[in-house]
């Protein structure tokens, strides 16, 4: 039956060898690195700022959900974050890297969007990033630590800012079961932000967000 119907449909016959020829084009040392990962955290968050022209710190809770897909030689890895902090300030984040390298030291380009909601003021803009991030195993018990550190300049900025940078800088660790795709991480992640209003008067952020949660993790390099 499924050779009458691959005569009937020849371009689900040319699919199936396209994607025969993709797989075994895969090296098995690939596919033995690969990961999927979903992880949910909460996020309790501090954040140092200045509204209007003096500095002040507001907290609450946030939360995060970042997707991972990787090889050996790479992937893709998305984040979304979110915070509601007091006297009405919200903070959220979402951005998009491409992976490239192994996981003991790989490099990441992409995007991040930020937005500051609150009673006063709100903004948007865009973010370039890069940095390194590296993975590595702590013993063979399925503990796994992170490190990473980004560096962001502004791409697209709104009406009455002239500049915009920032600093990232995480660390990490993750521990999966080991008869469950099911895994617990613990971290830290800062975050630093330079912007330079019209008028060059400055806007300093710095935030602190602690990462609590877990999530789903498959592939070979996971069970490590």
Same mark, same amino acid.
């Given at each position: 039956?499924? @050779? ?5 449909? !020849?371009?689900?016959?040319? +699919?199936?060898?396209?994607? @025969? ?10 596919? +033995? ?5 979903? $992880?949910?955290?909460? +996020? !309790? $968050? ?12 507001? $907290? /609450? ?10 090889? @050996? %030689? ?8 979110? +915070? ?12 998009? &890297? ?34 390194? &991030?590296?993975? %590595?195993?702590? /013993? ?15 791409? $697209? ?9 920032? =600093? ?7 521990? &999966? ?23 060059? &008067? ?7 967000? =602690? ?14």
């Amino acid at each position: 039956m499924i @050779a009458r119907r691959s005569r009937r449909m !020849p371009w689900l016959r040319r +699919a199936s060898l396209a994607l @025969a020829a993709l797989a075994g084009a895969v090296p098995a040392t690939a596919v +033995a690195q690969a990961e999927f990962r979903v $992880t949910a955290l909460s +996020a !309790p $968050t501090v954040r140092n700022g200045v509204v209007g022209t003096a500095a002040q710190q507001f $907290t /609450g809770t946030g939360g995060t959900v970042e997707v991972l897909a990787r090889f @050996a %030689f790479g992937g893709l890895h998305v984040r979304s974050f979110g +915070a509601d902090l007091d006297r009405g300030l919200g903070v959220a984040n979402l951005d998009a &890297r491409v992976v490239l390298g192994p996981q003991w030291l790989s490099v990441e380009a992409g995007r991040t969007q930020r937005a500051l909601v609150g009673e006063l003021a709100s903004s948007q803009y865009t973010l370039n990033r890069v940095g390194l &991030r590296s993975t %590595f195993p702590l /013993g063979g018990s399925g503990l796994r630590g992170m490190i990473g550190a980004w560096s962001m300049q502004g791409a $697209t900025l709104p009406t009455g800012v002239r500049e915009a940078s920032g =600093l990232e800088g995480e660390t990490a660790l993750l521990y &999966r079961l080991r008869r469950l795709p099911v895994f617990v991480q613990v971290g830290y992640r800062a975050e630093s932000y330079a912007v330079t209003l019209n008028g060059n &008067r400055s806007a300093p952020e710095e935030m602190g967000v =602690l990462t609590l949660g877990g999530g789903f993790s498959f592939g070979p390099a996971a069970r490590r």
